[in-house]
T-cell receptor
């Protein structure tokens, strides 16, 4: 699985968009980009995933660059409850179910 | 409600006393997995199971056992716990054969003295 690089920490004002970047320059053609988050010491929570097209769901949007070497998770209107560690994970499509968690980005949303 | 449950949520035990952490999911998922989380080391996979009676080692399997006799259950067994197994443990499950999300349990905080 490709290695990912994320900033250690970020701040965001409540109500503003939080843009969390992830670099995955060694991603291969059949690998997906996944985002999970972990609030305090709770179990990680799935947010979104994508292959090459931009994706949006009720939680967030995922923007993947055309060369697929980086992506950005966007929380459009961050709330205090979005304070968490966000993990960007690159994973093969079919027979690799293991998630390899890096250190993630600690997002602090402030009032 | 779709969920992964773990029991107990908190456990303090002594070195060498066998213990089992249970994990159960109600989503009919084929794939289940155990992770441990330690400060500075992130989440690491201990064991995983592709389906009933099919288990395999993850990255840090030493000192742990698992079994998968039923699809919904995937217990983690520590035959002789040691202090270096003090950690936060998570069970996860997902459907197989695609790019499905994994659902995580709430975690079990284990302390071995």
């Amino acid at each position: 699985d490709a290695k990912t690089t994320q900033p250690t920490s970020m701040d965001c004002a409540e109500g503003r968009a939080a843009n969390l970047p992830c670099n995955h320059s060694t991603i291969s053609g059949n690998e997906y980009v996944y985002w999970y988050r972990q609030i305090h010491s709770q179990g990680p929570q799935y947010i979104i995933h994508g292959l090459k097209n931009n994706e949006t769901n009720e939680m967030a949007s995922l923007i993947i660059t055309e060369d697929r070497k980086s992506s950005t998770l966007i929380l459009p209107h961050a709330t205090l409850r979005d304070t968490a560690v966000y993990y960007c994970i690159v994973r093969g499509g079919y027979n690799t179910d293991k998630l390899i968690f890096g250190t993630g980005t600690r997002l602090q949303v402030f009032p | 409600e779709a969920q992964v449950t773990q029991n107990p949520r908190y456990l303090i035990t002594v070195t060498g006393k066998k213990l089992t952490v249970t994990c159960s999911q109600n989503m009919n998922h084929e794939y289940m997995s155990w992770y441990r989380q330690d400060p500075g080391l992130g989440l690491r996979q201990i064991y995983y199971s592709m389906n009933v009676e099919v288990t395999d080692k993850g990255d840090v399997p030493e000192g742990y056992k698992v079994s998968r006799k039923e699809k919904r259950n995937f217990p983690l067994i520590l035959e002789s716990p040691s202090p270096n197994q003090t950690s936060l443990y998570f069970c996860a499950s997902s459907s197989r054969g695609g790019v499905y999300e994994q659902y995580f349990g709430p975690g079990t905080r284990l302390t071995v003295t």
